[in-house]
């Protein structure tokens, strides 16, 4: 049977999950609503569903499956609290909330309805970091003891999305939320955040790189670099490079998918470059590969074949990391997620 969905926002990203969607087994998209009557009657051409305005009447007409919001912050409590009581499972794009409160009343909307709720954060899905932690899994480098991502470029990110220019944390909510999730997924929770940002780009108006360090609750420690304004030839966008560094091992993710097994004085070089999917294209298939692969992992999730993965309430820890790390940054101050400081 297929699972009917909607989707609700159809801005820039937005087309990369309608387009996944059309390739995950098990799903249709019935149905899409923008604000923009044309950005909405755009999609429901091109991709065969029934164009909305109003997120209410389109969910009260179709009573979804599952609901896919792809929308800015600013409208995701309002959104998932109107879509629990009436579809099976929903979806919020990421940052999930600018505080934790409106993140917990999300969580516990969905909740009181007994249905999945998931957060549509895709870096984890990437094709090298699954491959990161299979390399875990199968205890290829020991216990895990240090991690550091770097997501450093000059891509022009502000061409498809200029509202980032306005953003007044804007690496540490665009990119920093991502970066934290992976940390959490490769080296788990974190009970401790130090960090410092930077205006890089005289272009936007808020703090476009940071510089982060996570202690966490296994007593590992992660270091956290992020850049809108780095010059770099060739540009790694939209790679995030990483080193792990494990009792037995390390493992070096460099530029071109290169993945590096450094163990017993023998160095094991592996690709993990993502398909690129028939759609997409270079270098874009990074991400639009993730997208696949997270929202087949949604499929999975409607027919009772996995758990969320992050669950609205698991992306909560993400975003206290985040709002940790915002703290540091205005306070100068080492925060631990515990409520105190150091």
Request: net charge negative; with cysteine.
């Amino acid at each position: 049977m297929t699972a009917r969905g909607v989707l609700i926002g159809c801005g820039f990203f937005a087309r990369n999950h309608m387009q996944a969607w059309a390739e995950t087994p098990g799903t249709q998209i019935v149905a899409v609503c923008d604000l923009d009557p044309g950005k909405a009657a755009t999609f429901a051409r091109d991709f065969g569903a029934t164009a909305f305005t109003d997120a209410r009447v389109m969910l009260d007409a179709v009573r979804p499956d599952f609901t896919d919001i792809a929308t800015t912050v600013g409208s995701h409590r309002a959104l998932v609290e109107l879509a629990a009581p009436r579809c099976g499972l929903v979806i919020c794009q990421k940052p999930l909330a600018e505080t934790l409160e409106d993140a917990q009343a999300m969580v516990l909307a969905c909740k009181a309805q007994g249905i999945p709720f998931l957060v549509h954060e895709n870096f984890r899905w990437q094709a090298p970091y699954r491959a990161l932690r299979r390399a875990l899994d199968d205890h290829a480098i020991g216990t895990p003891q240090f991690l550091r991502l770097t997501f450093r470029h000059a891509h022009d990110i502000y061409a498809n999305q200029p509202y980032l220019a306005k953003v007044q944390d804007l690496a540490l909510t665009d990119v920093g939320l991502h970066l934290f999730d992976m940390a959490r997924f490769l080296m788990g929770d974190v009970v401790q955040v130090a960090c410092q940002t930077q205006r890089l780009n005289a272009r936007v108006t808020g703090q476009d790189a940071f510089t982060a360090l996570l202690r966490h609750r296994s007593g590992a420690v992660t270091s956290v670099e992020c850049s809108f304004h780095s010059a770099r030839t060739p540009d790694p966008f939209p790679q995030t490079l990483a080193l792990l560094e494990g009792s037995g091992g390390t493992l070096d993710l460099g530029p071109g998918y290169r993945l590096d097994l450094h163990r017993d004085g023998t160095v094991t070089t592996t690709d993990v470059e993502p398909p690129v999917p028939a759609w997409g294209a270079r270098p874009w298939h990074l991400i639009q590969d993730s997208v696949l692969a997270f929202q087949r992992h949604v499929a999975e999730v409607l027919t009772g074949r996995a758990e969320p993965q992050p669950s609205g309430a698991d992306n909560m820890e993400t975003l206290t990391v985040t709002l940790a790390a915002i703290r540091s940054a205005a306070t100068g101050q080492t925060v631990r997620l515990d409520g105190g400081r150091e």
